[in-house]
């Protein structure tokens, strides 16, 4: 009765089985165990950078101007994503606001009108003062600001560090005024 290639074909596929489940096991854990060490794995300074938007001259007195910065986490194969925008706001020679573009509401990209002096948001109707607060619409808090300091004549800012309600509680750093007027 115990035929012995019935015995191998059984052994066999079990043992065909194990490997393939812990294939199947190795794929779903690879992924799951970068997320969960990846914190501590990390050995990037992109967090804590800070990067130019440019020369303080660049952005005269009582105006607020465009600005890009290349994200300090970014990838060869990012391409022109890397480049992102920011509004500065330059109220005197050594004092600014730098905004996100993104609308507090959703996320859509603001644009500064200079005649109304006012930020406004074209996809709900968000509006936001110069100084970046809530004027109107649907948005609940004005424009997320970043961290900023002046080094060697360049206006630099905090770009690892995404704006956020959070970060703008924060921000006892020296060299960071929070504007409000």
């Known amino acids: 009765m115990n035929d012995p290639t019935q015995h191998s074909r ?108 006012l930020f406004m948001c074209p996809c709900h109707g968000g509006v936001y003062y110069q100084n970046g607060a809530r004027a109107g619409g649907p948005p609940l808090r004005g424009l997320f600001e970043y961290s900023y300091k002046i080094a060697g004549g360049q206006l630099m800012i905090k770009a690892g560090e995404l704006p956020t309600l959070s970060t703008h509680a924060s921000l006892a750093e020296p060299g960071h005024s929070p504007c409000v007027g």
């Open 10 to 117: 059984r052994v066999f596929l079990m043992k065909l089985a194990i490997l393939l489940n812990g294939i199947v096991g190795t794929v779903l854990a690879v992924p799951i165990l970068g997320y969960l060490l990846g914190p501590v794995l990390k050995k990037d300074s992109s967090y804590n950078h800070w990067t130019s938007l440019g020369s303080v001259g660049q952005f005269p007195v009582g105006q607020t101007r465009l600005a890009n910065y290349h994200n300090p986490a970014s990838v060869a194969w990012d391409g022109q994503t890397d480049t992102i925008p920011c509004w500065v706001r330059c109220i005197a020679t050594d004092k600014f606001q730098v905004f996100a573009i993104n609308c507090a509401h959703l996320g859509c990209p603001v644009r500064w009108f200079p005649q109304s002096k």
